[in-house]
């Protein structure tokens, strides 16, 4: 049942939905206690020498029992959440409704101590790099800045030498932000996770709007797109730049699709619209700013494309036109902010730095490690290197031409091309060399406006809810003190029970499901 016909929630209801609001809202205030003592901190943790939140940073293990337990009352609430939202309800929750409930629950988080990456410290030393007239393409904050320097000091020893990976525009942001803040760590993070809000609240805006225009609920995309742990724990708490770029990419593709007329594959074929090709140049220009932040926002373009190029008749001349055209687009304004920036193009010789870690995520480098293991039992000799590096070339190609593969799909109108740039993006970057938990978010979001079925969403409330419980909030390994996490996980999931056993006397029970026959 779309959600314009739903009803909206009955008194019952609205109590459940006031009880699940509470139970996250108290999450999100534990997880950020739990960020003072068991959070990504900088080096020099102003909180350590405040009475009373001092105690938290030399409580590690108590801290990280504080922080998961809010881990895991922020997912259970999403998943109560999600019962309320789901489509095909004969009452379901209102978008202002779960924006108003999102609110709720980052506020809280909006003071929390970085968590689960140290990625945010590695911006401040690259903005400043920036600031100083360097170019952050080249040298490392070691390298730029010196070993000894506050921001250095901040960034994980495996980037201290490595150039900068992310695009002008984010760095120009960046050096922005460095000039009013200086070496001022905290007041740096701040301004960057306001960065990440900005891009969060351009998510909130673009996904409902996306999700009508898919025949989606607007309200179950937003749930899966914006309130999922996923974007709580790593845009907002953990301070990603994923924020503003997948949030450019949205309202660009949202814009651009401002004035195209709806067509089918058989016609009609209407001309152009009013202000519509301005729309369509307006959107391409935007998604390519999202690419001058993080580089895999362009592919945004490539589906827009297939659309435009669908409405004007879906034959290869309208498609090779259209790509002529946005790539004119794409061009002057990501030359305007390479070059506005004074930084050049030399962020495109960086883009695989990341290819530096080996990270147990990535199901290529995953296949590395095993054949290469798999010759040491054979008695070959040790060759993971090579192992992980063959495996690495696979995927390099095989992410391209599912990508490739998913264009054509949407243009011969076998796909909805929305549905196609997340498949596509989730394909490049978890066949790429490092995967994290935040990148699962490129393809995420954009599914969450485009792929309504039950199949899907199940899916997808799946992998985040594992992805959100099995990362720790250090951003950081465990060698050495793995003990910790078992003592953690057990007071934690203690904690949660408790608190489930609390709340549940106070959740009123309505027969039945509310849900109409033949949902998908």
Do not use: C
């Given at each position: 049942?779309?959600?314009?016909?739903?009803?909206?929630?009955?008194?019952?209801?609205?109590?459940?939905?006031?009880?699940?609001?509470?139970?996250?809202?108290?999450?999100?205030?534990?997880?950020?206690?739990?960020?003072?003592?068991?959070?990504?901190?900088?080096?020099?943790?102003?909180?350590?020498?405040?009475?009373?939140?001092?105690?938290?940073?030399?409580?590690?293990?108590?801290?990280?029992?504080?922080?998961?337990?809010?881990?895991?009352?922020?997912?259970?609430?999403?998943?109560?959440?999600?019962?309320?939202?789901?489509?095909?309800?004969?009452?379901?929750?209102?978008?202002?409704?779960?924006?108003?409930?999102?609110?709720?629950?980052?506020?809280?988080?909006?003071?929390?101590?970085?968590?689960?990456?140290?990625?945010?410290?590695?911006?401040?030393?690259?903005?400043?790099?920036?600031?100083?007239?360097?170019?952050?393409?080249?040298?490392?904050?070691?390298?730029?800045?010196?070993?000894?320097?506050?921001?250095?000091?901040?960034?994980?020893?495996?980037?201290?030498?490595?150039?900068?990976?992310?695009?002008?525009?984010?760095?120009?942001?960046?050096?922005?932000?460095?000039?009013?803040?200086?070496?001022?760590?905290?007041?740096?993070?701040?301004?960057?996770?306001?960065?990440?809000?900005?891009?969060?609240?351009?998510?909130?805006?673009?996904?409902?709007?996306?999700?009508?225009?898919?025949?989606v609920s607007p309200v179950s995309a937003l749930w899966l797109g914006a309130a999922n742990p996923l974007v709580l724990f790593h845009l907002v708490v953990g301070v990603h730049n994923e924020s503003l770029a997948i949030g450019l990419m949205l309202v660009g593709f949202e814009l651009a699709l401002t004035r195209m007329a709806k067509v089918t594959p058989d016609g009609p074929f209407p001309?152009?619209?009013?202000?519509?090709?301005?729309?369509?140049?307006?959107?391409?220009?935007?998604?390519?700013?999202?690419?001058?932040?993080?580089?895999?926002?362009?592919?945004?373009?490539?589906?827009?494309?297939?659309?435009?190029?669908?409405?004007?008749?879906?034959?290869?001349?309208?498609?090779?036109?259209?790509?002529?055209?946005?790539?004119?687009?794409?061009?002057?304004?990501?030359?305007?902010?390479?070059?506005?920036?004074?930084?050049?193009?030399?962020?495109?010789?960086?883009?695989?730095?990341?290819?530096?870690?080996?990270?147990?995520?990535?199901?290529?480098?995953?296949?590395?490690?095993?054949?290469?293991?798999?010759?040491?039992?054979?008695?070959?000799?040790?060759?993971?290197?090579?192992?992980?590096?063959?495996?690495?070339?696979?995927?390099?190609?095989?992410?391209?031409?599912?990508?490739?593969?998913?264009?054509?799909?949407?243009?011969?109108?076998?796909?909805?091309?929305?549905?196609?740039?997340?498949?596509?993006?989730?394909?490049?970057?978890?066949?790429?060399?490092?995967?994290?938990?935040?990148?699962?978010?490129?393809?995420?979001?954009?599914?969450?406006?485009?792929?309504?079925?039950?199949?899907?969403?199940?899916?997808?409330?799946?992998?985040?809810?594992?992805?959100?419980?099995?990362?720790?909030?250090?951003?950081?390994?465990?060698?050495?003190?793995?003990?910790?996490?078992?003592?953690?996980?057990?007071?934690?999931?203690?904690?949660?029970?408790?608190?489930?056993?609390?709340?549940?006397?106070?959740?009123?029970?309505?027969?039945?499901?509310?849900?109409?026959?033949?949902?998908?």
């Amino acid at each position: 049942m779309p959600d314009d016909e739903a009803g909206a929630l009955n008194a019952v209801e609205r109590r459940q939905l006031d009880v699940i609001r509470r139970f996250g809202t108290v999450g999100a205030l534990l997880l950020a206690i739990g960020s003072l003592g068991a959070g990504a901190a900088p080096v020099f943790n102003p909180v350590f020498r405040i009475p009373v939140l001092g105690l938290f940073s030399r409580m590690t293990t108590v801290s990280m029992a504080f922080a998961f337990t809010g881990v895991f009352m922020i997912v259970l609430a999403w998943l109560g959440l999600g019962r309320l939202s789901r489509p095909g309800r004969v009452r379901v929750m209102s978008v202002s409704q779960m924006a108003r409930t999102l609110a709720m629950w980052i506020a809280p988080l909006v003071f929390t101590v970085p968590s689960f990456s140290r990625d945010v410290y590695s911006y401040l030393a690259q903005s400043e790099i920036v600031a100083r007239g360097m170019d952050p393409y080249t040298l490392g904050p070691a390298q730029a800045l010196g070993v000894d320097h506050p921001l250095t000091q901040g960034v994980p020893t495996v980037w201290r030498e490595t150039p900068s990976p992310y695009g002008p525009l984010f760095l120009t942001l960046g050096k922005a932000i460095n000039w009013l803040t200086g070496d001022h760590v905290v007041m740096g993070v701040a301004m960057h996770r306001l960065l990440a809000l900005i891009g969060l609240a351009m998510i909130v805006w673009a996904l409902p709007r996306l999700a009508r225009r898919f025949a989606v609920s607007p309200v179950s995309a937003l749930w899966l797109g914006a309130a999922n742990p996923l974007v709580l724990f790593h845009l907002v708490v953990g301070v990603h730049n994923e924020s503003l770029a997948i949030g450019l990419m949205l309202v660009g593709f949202e814009l651009a699709l401002t004035r195209m007329a709806k067509v089918t594959p058989d016609g009609p074929f209407p001309p152009w619209q009013p202000g519509e090709l301005r729309w369509y140049a307006i959107g391409a220009a935007v998604i390519t700013l999202g690419a001058a932040v993080k580089i895999p926002a362009a592919l945004a373009l490539g589906f827009l494309g297939v659309m435009i190029a669908r409405r004007m008749g879906g034959k290869w001349k309208h498609l090779f036109l259209v790509a002529g055209g946005l790539g004119v687009v794409f061009l002057s304004v990501l030359t305007a902010a390479s070059y506005g920036s004074g930084l050049g193009y030399g962020w495109v010789s960086t883009l695989n730095t990341a290819s530096t870690i080996k990270s147990w995520m990535a199901p290529m480098t995953a296949l590395g490690f095993g054949a290469g293991g798999l010759g040491i039992l054979m008695g070959l000799g040790n060759h993971i290197d090579a192992a992980i590096s063959v495996a690495r070339v696979f995927g390099t190609i095989l992410g391209p031409v599912i990508a490739a593969k998913l264009l054509y799909d949407s243009f011969r109108w076998k796909l909805r091309p929305l549905t196609g740039l997340g498949v596509a993006l989730g394909a490049i970057l978890i066949f790429g060399a490092a995967v994290h938990a935040w990148y699962l978010l490129w393809a995420a979001v954009p599914l969450a406006a485009a792929a309504g079925n039950t199949r899907f969403r199940t899916a997808a409330m799946a992998i985040s809810v594992l992805m959100a419980v099995v990362l720790a909030p250090t951003g950081s390994t465990f060698d050495g003190r793995v003990f910790v996490l078992p003592y953690t996980y057990v007071a934690a999931v203690l904690a949660t029970l408790v608190a489930l056993a609390v709340v549940w006397r106070h959740i009123p029970r309505t027969p039945g499901d509310g849900v109409t026959s033949g949902t998908p």
